[in-house]
């Protein structure tokens, strides 16, 4: 595995953070739908992967990639494939106006007038749900009954979900999506409901490889999607997109994983009322700057944070919405008997992440101090028991870059 059940010494292969970048036009299929490719990636190379909201009008988009060196390299090769598998693919290329993508995909000729819709409709709504532009390419006015070629242009993330709904219009006629009726362009000017997800419950409702948000949209047979993540706020938000009656049905799902997640961590009444259990001034309120803190703990306890093959950490970083890793190369001075963690977030991130850290390591504060949450950095007042934690800088949220993260 990439990491063993005991915490390495500095200098063996731990947890390091590691700039790369990747063509801007191929973010939307290096994400995937839903956000299904890139869970993929991580869970496959066992590398966690954050892609820069925007390329600043550069051909490439910075990302970075956190893990092991080994789980590094075996997240680029699953990068690179997944690039030439696009570039190399039927209907790709770029039309060269500001990144924009073109795709063409084939429509069964049997299918063509459903996608087109009468004098149009079906076609004309697509292209406005999804923002892109769609052309279907045929010889003439009369039907021929051969397949027609749909081509797709804009921008390549809307380029692909504007596919994925095209096919959903063609499924639907054959009963395999569960709308309970075939009027789609009916249900193309249904309803769009935003539901904030907690950032730890954001994994659990995707599921592995996507499977519970599949199985969600299948129940309640809408489509969800994760909006951008800003890298501040204390939540994501998930877009329902569908029928009202079906929508609302999809936000019960949601909100009953959440539900059941908060309660089995142990922690779901202290979120519902704005409190963090052991924490008397935590509130739910502005999430605040990011922030950066090193935390110490006994080198014998490292194991216990990381886990096998890193899931521990992941785990952590997952339910509270912070990024904690391992400092690779800590300063001289420091105690050889210790191992120093990085913790960046806003202050209610770094505070959740430093208490599941204690969890465990097995520590357990009471009648502990409230942490400071102003722009400055945290205060370390630490318990006599608690590892020690000390003041780092500061990073404020217009100057952090904005990560998109899955």
């Known amino acids: ?17 590691e700039d790369y970048k990747v063509p801007d036009r191929m973010v939307g299929f290096i994400i995937g739908r839903g956000g299904e490719q890139i869970t993929r990636i991580q869970l496959e190379s066992g590398c966690k992967i954050q892609i820069a909201a925007d390329s600043g009008g550069l051909m490439e988009r910075p990302c970075s990639l956190t893990g092991t060196p080994e789980s590094i390299e075996q997240a680029k090769r699953l990068l690179v494939q997944i690039v030439d598998r696009c570039r190399n693919g039927p209907g790709f290329h770029s039309d060269g106006e500001g990144g924009a993508s073109v795709q063409e995909m084939l429509i069964p000729a049997s299918k063509v007038g459903l996608v087109i819709g009468r004098g149009g409709d079906t076609i004309k709504q697509l292209q406005e749900r999804a923002g892109v532009k769609m052309m279907m390419i045929q010889d003439g006015p009369m039907p021929t009954g051969a397949d027609k070629p749909l081509r797709i242009s804009g921008d390549p993330y809307k380029v692909q979900a504007a596919r994925e709904l095209v096919l959903e219009v063609i499924r639907e006629k054959d009963g395999d999506f569960r709308a309970g009726r075939n009027d789609f362009s009916a249900r193309l000017g249904g309803a769009n409901l935003d539901v904030p997800v907690p950032r730890f419950a954001v994994g659990i409702v995707i599921g592995r490889n996507g499977e519970m948000i599949k199985k969600i949209q299948n129940d309640a047979g809408v489509r969800i999607q994760f909006k951008a993540d800003d890298g501040i706020s204390p939540e994501r938000v998930a877009m329902v997109m569908g029928q009202p009656d079906r929508c609302q049905h999809a936000v019960h799902l949601i909100n009953e994983l959440i539900q059941t997640a908060q309660e089995r961590d142990g922690f779901g009444s202290a979120l519902r009322s704005g409190r963090v259990r052991g924490r008397s001034d935590w509130t739910m309120g502005s999430p605040g700057p990011l922030q950066e803190v090193t935390y110490t703990i006994p080198a014998d306890k490292c194991g216990l944070v990381i886990g096998k093959g890193g899931e521990t950490i992941k785990s952590i970083n997952q339910q509270s919405g912070a990024h904690v890793e391992l400092q690779r190369n800590p300063p001289p001075s420091t105690d050889p ?47 006599p028991r608690a590892p020690r934690r000390t003041r780092s800088k500061t990073h404020t949220g217009s100057s952090a870059q904005r990560l998109t993260s899955f």
């Open 1 to 17: 595995s990439a990491f063993p059940d005991f915490c390495p010494s500095p200098n063996d292969d731990a947890v390091i953070t």
């Open 337 to 383: 008997n210790t191992r120093v963690f990085t913790i960046r977030g806003t202050a209610q991130q770094m505070d959740l992440a430093r208490q599941l850290i204690d969890d465990k390591i097995g520590v357990r504060e009471t009648n502990a101090p409230p942490y400071s949450q102003s722009t400055e950095a945290l205060a370390s007042v630490p318990s």
